[in-house]
């Protein structure tokens, strides 16, 4: 029976057992934390016998297990991901977007009340033409283009800001 002395003298060997798996985790780790499982196990199994096998599988399991804890908890890398703007460009984002949607609401206003009413209940119910047409008992056609106007009008009336928000050209809305 192989004692925590003589397995520990394989200790370079298990260091290239463990990268054999990958660089993600720390290798030194990976093999001092299967010292304590095999310390372990020799406490409640003193007469069972330890070799290279058990420990290749134990590295493993010890190894899957850390990188699987890792990656639940790991933090975003900003490189991996597209240029973040930085915070002034945001908040100049995000007044440019409110003052698009104050824009929309004062062109909706504009619009008759029918029309204005039924493309805001379109647009914040996600239910579709046929749906609304069975609760409002108005017809399928009369929706479709009471909306379609409506959208067109918007589309003519502002669309050109919105065009330039998504290209991120802020400077011209």
Same mark, same amino acid.
Not at 9 to 25: A, P, R
Not at 70 to 82: A, G, Q, V
């Given at each position: 029976m192989k004692t925590l002395h003589e397995i520990?003298?394989?200790?370079?060997?298990?260091?290239?057992?463990?990268?054999?798996?990958?660089?993600?985790?720390?290798k030194e780790d990976v093999v001092q934390e299967m010292y304590i499982r095999i310390y372990d196990h020799l406490q409640k199994y003193p007469? /069972? *016998?330890?070799? +290279?096998?058990? %420990?290749?599988?134990?590295?493993?399991?010890?190894?899957?297990?850390?990188?699987?804890?890792?990656?639940?908890?790991?933090?975003?890398?900003?490189?991996?991901?597209?240029?973040?703007?930085?915070?002034?460009?945001?908040?100049? /984002? *995000?007044?440019? +977007?409110?003052? %698009?949607?104050?824009?929309?609401?004062?062109k909706l206003e504009d619009l008759h009340y029918f029309d204005k009413m039924l493309f805001k209940i379109y647009t914040t119910t996600n239910k579709s033409l046929r749906t609304l047409s069975d609760e409002m008992n108005i017809s399928v056609r009369t929706l479709h283009w009471s909306i379609k106007k409506t959208k067109e009008y918007l589309n003519n009336e502002i669309g050109e800001d919105y065009q330039d928000y998504k290209n991120n050209d802020l400077e011209l809305i």
């Open positions: 520990a003298q394989g200790h370079e060997n298990y260091l290239n057992i463990v990268s054999t798996f990958g660089g993600y985790v720390n007469d /069972k *016998e330890i070799n +290279l096998f058990y %420990i290749w599988t134990t590295l493993r399991n010890i190894y899957f297990d850390i990188y699987k804890e890792d990656c639940k908890h790991c933090d975003l890398d900003i490189k991996e991901f597209k240029k973040v703007e930085s915070i002034e460009c945001n908040k100049l /984002k *995000e007044e440019k +977007l409110i003052s %698009i949607e104050n824009a929309i609401n004062d």
